[in-house]
C-alpha cells in the first residue's frame, strides 16, 4: 500500500465519519452547531416580525389622541407581549444562534463542545416561545408588562402570567445553557496558537455575555420561581403584608435585566469590530483597548441595575454609588467607538450593506449613548424615567446597538450562513428605509417624552402638546417595516435563488474566512493553526511544536469526530474532544418539560405525570446513549497524544461541570440574597422562631462533605487492578451518604413545620429546603452516571472523570447547604 | 454610492439640528412639559438637562464628524481593490499612536466629562433631596386603581385627585399605595416617585406663582393606566387658607345653607343607594371607603381623575356609565331614571 | 527579577512552552499579568456591593426596626473601604507598568505584553470607577 492510497483511504473515511441524514431527518436529529445555529436565528428572526406587527399596531392606536382603535386590555397585551418577545425570543437567542453558528468557525474548532445540549437548548427555547404564544389561544394574553412588576403581576386572576413565567423561564434556561456552551468553546476549543492575544473580537465578546448571563439570568430564574410560587402556594416573597418586600422583585428583575441589555449591545458591538475591518482593510485599532472596554462593560454591567429603581424612594446615596457605575461605564463604549473610527481612518472603506449598516449603528448608538449618560443621572432620571424620552434611549441603544449590527452581520456573513448573494441594491434600499424610519420614529419620542407623555399609556389627551410628534413616529415605524419587508424578501429570496456566494467576498482577517462558504459538516479537514490576529491576512504557522496537532487532525481522526482541546491562556493543544453525531434524544426532555408547563397552565395535572416520564426517559436515554456505541471502543490512533478523558480542565467536562456547580451556588445564593434583603426590611424577623435543628443540618452538611470526598478519591484511573473496586467503592459511599442528605432534607423540609404560606421567613427557609432537595437530586444523578460510566466501559478513566465532575457537583452541592443554613438560622441571628 | 454617502452627511446634521430645536423650542399647547419647570426642584432639574444637552450634543456631532471624514478620506469603489487583502502598510493599527489616540479620545477625555457630569447631578441630587425640612403642610396622598386620593392630615381634610398647596413654602407629600405600584408624576414642580404598598415615600412640592398643574400616574398599575392624571393647584397662603376652611365645612352644613327641594331629593336618592357603600361625604350616613371621597366634589375641576372636565353632562354620563368611560373601573353602571338622576345631579353640584 | 528570568528563558527556548501540559500556561510567566487585570475586577465589584450592601442593609435593617441609624461609623466603613479597593486598583497599575516597562526592555513575549498592557489600563479604569463611588459619603449622609 502506497502513503497516497492510504491518504486517499483516511480522507474518505473522514468525510464518511462527518456525512450527516438529510431532510426531515436532520431537522430533528442534527446537533451540530451550524445547523443549531441556523434553527436559532430562523426562529428568533419569526419572532422579531411578530414583535414588529404588535409595534405597528401599537403605533396605529397612538397616531392621534383619544384614539379607540385598540381597547386598553389589548394595547396592554401588546407592549407586553411586544418587549418579551423582542428581548427573551428574539434579540438572546438570534445572537446566540449567530454565535453557535460562527464561533467555532472563527475560533477553528469543529464544533462546540457539547453539541447535544445545545440542541437540547434550542428546542427548550422554541417550546417555551411556543407556550408564550399559546397564550394566544386561550384568549389569557400576559398584560402586565415584560417587566411584570409585582403587585400587578402577583394577583391571581387568570392564567395569564403563568403563561408568561413557565415561557419565559424555559427560554432563559436555554440561554444560560447556551451560555456554559459558549464560555467552554472559547476558553478551550480555540485552535492551536490562538493565544488570548489573537483571540476575535467577537469570541472575547461571548465570553463576556457568558459570563454575564450566568451570572444574571439565573437571578430572573430564581425571581420568576418565587413569584410563580407566590401566585400557587401563596408563599409571601412579594406580599408586604406578611413580610414580604414588592421592591424584592424589581431588584431581582434588574439584577437580570440590566446585563441583559449588554448582553443584546455586546455581541452588536462584536459585529461592528468585524464588519469595520473587514470592509476597510485595516486590522482593528487597539484592540487591547476594545478586549478592556468588553470586559469592564460586561463587569460593571453587573452594577448598574438600581438606576432603573431611581423612582421607588431609595436613599440618595444608593442611588448615587449606581450613578456612579452607570457613568462608568460610559467610558468603555467610547473606547469601542473611537477604535472604529480610527480603523476607518487607517483603513480604506468601502461603502458595502454591512459597512452602510455599521456606520447607521455608530451614529445611532453614540446618541443612544449620550441619552444614556442623561438617565444615568438620578436627578434628571426622576423627571424622564418612564416617559417617552427612556422609550427613544433604549431603542436608539437596542435597534442602533443591536439590531442594525445583526443586520450588518448577516449581510456580512450571508455567503457563509447560506452559500448565496444577495441583491446589493435591494439591500441598500432597505438599509435606508430602516435608517431613516428608525430616526422619524424613535427621534421624536425624546421630545414626546419630555413634553410628559408616560410610557405604556394606550392613549393621551391633546392638551399635552404631543399630537404631532406621535403622528411622526408612526409614519416612520411604517417606514421600517417597509424596510425590513425589502431586507427579508431581499434575503429569503437570495437563500433559495441567489448566486453562488465565493468564499470570501469581502477579503475579511478572521479565521472563518479560511474555509468554504458554507463551510463542510467538520469546518476544517485539517484544523487550522493561528499565528497572528488576523489569521485569513498572515500565512500560517509553520512553527514545528504544532506538528503533531497538524498531522493528527488533517483528515483525522477517522474513527470518531473529534477536534483539538487548548489551554485556556495560551491554547497549546493538550487534549481532544469527542464530538457526537446526530441524535434525536435532546428534543426528548423540551417536549416533556413542555408538557409538564401545559399540565400547570391547564391545571390538567395528569399530563405534568407523562411529561416528567417523557423528560426522565429522555435524559436517561441521552446518558445511556452517552456511555455506548463508539464510546466503547474510545481508541483512535490519536488517543495516546490527545487524550479524551484527561482528567482536571484538560477535559471539556471539567468546565461544563464547574460552570454548572457555578450555576447552582448562584441560584441559592439569590435564594439567601432574598431572604437577607426581605429580613433587614422587615420589623420582626424571623416571625416566630427560626427553624433550629443543628443535629440534622450538621448532619446533612456531613453527609454532604462525605459525598464529595468519596466522589473526589474515585477520581484516580490508575492502571492497577484495584482501580475498579476503588471506583465501585466510591460509588457506594458517595451514593449512600447522598441518599441519607437527600432524605435527611426531605425530613427537614416537611418536619420543621414551615408553612410557606405564613410568612416571608416561613416562605424562605422552605422554598431554601425545597431548593437543596432539587440539588441533591441532581447529585445523585451525577453519582448514577458515574456508576453507568463504571459499569458501561473497561477503562477506567471514564469513570475517573465522571467522579472527579460527581465530586464537582457534590461539592458545590455542600456549598449550597452551608448557605442554606447560614440563611435560615446563623443571619436572623447576626442581624437586626 | 456616492449620493448615498452625501445623503447620509445631510441626514446627520438635519438629526443634529432637530437635537438642538428639539431642546429649546417647546410646544404651545404643553401641560406637562419638563422643559417648562415651574417648581424648584424641577427648575433645579432643568438646569441640569441643559448641561448635559449642550454637552450631549457637542459629543454627538463631534464624533459624526470624526467617522465622516474618516469615511471619506481614502474610500475605495465597489470595483477596485477586490486583489488585495489586508492593510497596505505593515499593522499602523497596532501603533502606539492610534493607541493612545484612542485611548485620549475614548476614555481619557471622556472621564473628565463624566466626572463633572457625576459631581454637578449629585450636588442637584443633594438639593432637592425628598427627606429635606419643610415648612408647609403636610399631604398624604394615596394612589388607587386609577385616582389619587388626597388627606391633609393637620387640616382633617380629604379630597380626590386634586392637590392645593399654599406657594412660598415646601410643602411634603408622603406618597402611599392602596393596591399596586403607581408613581406620582407632575413634570412642571418635581420628578416622579412611586407608591408602593407597604411602604411610604416623600417628596417635596413649592411653587412660587400660583398656578394649575397636570401631573399623571408614570408607573404601569393596569388596564387604565393611561386615564390617571391628578392637578396640582397653588394657591396664595390666604387663598389656601380659605379652600381649607370651605373643604373642612361638613356637607349638611352646605346643605342647610342652600335648602332645595331638589337638593335635599337627590341627598335621599345618594343615600338609599349603593354610592353609600364606596363613598363618603362628610357629616351624613355615606361613610364608603373605596372610591373618593365625594363631600366636595363640586369644587373640584375635574372627574375621574382627570380625564373629564366636571360639568353637569359629564358627571351624568359618569354616573351611568363609567365602564365606557374607563373600562374596569371599580364604580359600576347605575340605571336612575331620568328624573332620579337630576336631582342627584343636582345634589352632587351642590356639594362644593 | 527571577520572574524575568525565567521569562527570558522561555522566549528563547518556545518548545519548552509548547510540552503540552497545561502547567506551562503559568510558568510562561502570564499569572501576573492576568491578576493585574482580574483583581481591580474584584476590588471594583467589591467597592460597589459592599458600598450598597453595607449602606443599605445596614440603614433599611435599623429603620425597619425603628433604632438609630449608625450613621457616623457607616461613614468611615464606607471610606475605608473604597480607600482599599483605591489602593488595590492603585497597587495593580503599578504592578502592570513595572513589568510593563521591563517587558519592553527584554523585547517582549506578546501574550505576556498583551495581558499586562489589558491589565495596566484596566487597573486605572476600575480605579475611576471606584473614585466615582468612593466619593459619595463626602456629599451624602450615610443614610441619606
Known sequence: MTTDTTAIGRARDFEELWTNPRGLRKLFTAVQHKDVGIRYMVTAFVFFLVGGVQALFMRVQLARPDNDFLGPETYNELFTMHGSTMMFLFAVPFLEGLANYLLPLMIGARDLPFPRANAFNYWCYLIGGIILYSSYLFALVPDTGWFAYVPLSRDFTDHAMDFWLTGLTLAEISAVGAAIELAVAILVMRAPGMSLNRMPIFAWTMLAVAFMIIVAFIPLIVASTLLELDRTVGTAFFDDSIGGNPLLWQHLFWIFGHPEVYVMFLPGAAIISHVVPAHSQQKLAAYPLVVIALASTAVMSLGLWVHHMYTVGLPSITMSFFTAASMSITLASGLQVFAWIVTLWLGKPRFTVPMLYALGFIVTFVAGGITGVMVASTAFDQQVHDTYFVVAHFHYVLIGGMLFPIFAGLHHWWGMLTGRRYSERAGVVAFWLIFVGFHTTFFPMHLTGLWGMPRRVFTYPTGLGIDTVNLLSTVGAFVIAAGVVVLTVNLAHSAFRGRPAVDDPWQGDSLEWTTSSPPPSENWPAVPIVASRTPAWDEEDDDPRYDRVRTVFDHGPTAVRATPLTTPIAADPDAAVHLPGPTFWPIVPPVGLGLVAAALLTEWYILAAVGLAMALVGFGGWAWSNESGERRHLHPESAAEFEFERSGPHAIGWWGATFTAATLVVGVSTLAFSALYLQVNAPVWPFEETVGRPLLFGGIALLLILATAASWWGRTSSRGSGQKHRHLLSIAVAGAAGAAALALVVVAWTTSGLDPADDAYQSSAWVLLAAQTVLAVVGLSATGLVLLGRLRHERHSRAAILSEYAALLWGAVAVCWVITWVTTDLLPLAVI | MRTATRATAAWFFVVGGALLLGGCTVDPNEQQSILAPRGERAEAVDGLWQLMLVLGTAVWVIVTAALIVAVLRRRRKDDQDHSSRGPDDPDPADGRRPFWLIAAAGALVPAVVIALLTAVSATVLRDIDPEQETDGPVVEVIAHQYWWEVHYPDYEVTTANEIHIPTGVKVRLELGSADVIHSFWVPELSGKVDTIPGRTNALWLSTDEPGTYWGQCAEFCGLDHALMRMLVISHSPAEFDGWIAAQQEPAPRLLEANPTESVERGQQIFMSSSCVYCHTIEGTAAQGEVGPDLTHIASRETLAAGILPNDRGNLAGWILDPQSIKPGNQMPGTDLDGEDLQYLLDYLESLE | ?144
Open chain 3, 1 to 144: 527579577m527571577d520572574r524575568l528570568e525565567r521569562d527570558r528563558s522561555a522566549e528563547e527556548a518556545p518548545e519548552e512552552l509548547a510540552g503540552g501540559n497545561g502547567e506551562g500556561d503559568r510558568s510562561d510567566g502570564t499569572l501576573v499579568p492576568l491578576l493585574t487585570f482580574l483583581v481591580p475586577i474584584v476590588a471594583w465589584l467589591v467597592s460597589l456591593a459592599g458600598s450598597y450592601a453595607v449602606q443599605d442593609f445596614t440603614c433599611s435593617a435599623a429603620s425597619s426596626v425603628g433604632h438609630p441609624q449608625p450613621v457616623a461609623g457607616l461613614t468611615v466603613v464606607l471610606i475605608a473601604l473604597n480607600a482599599a479597593m483605591l489602593a488595590v486598583c492603585v497597587i495593580s497599575a503599578a504592578v502592570g507598568a513595572v513589568l510593563l516597562r521591563r517587558g519592553r526592555a527584554s523585547s517582549g513575549f506578546r501574550l505576556r505584553v498583551f495581558l499586562l498592557v489589558v491589565g495596566f489600563a484596566s487597573s486605572l479604569f476600575f480605579a475611576f470607577g471606584v473614585v466615582l463611588i468612593g466619593a459619595n459619603p463626602l456629599i451624602y449622609g450615610a443614610c441619606q
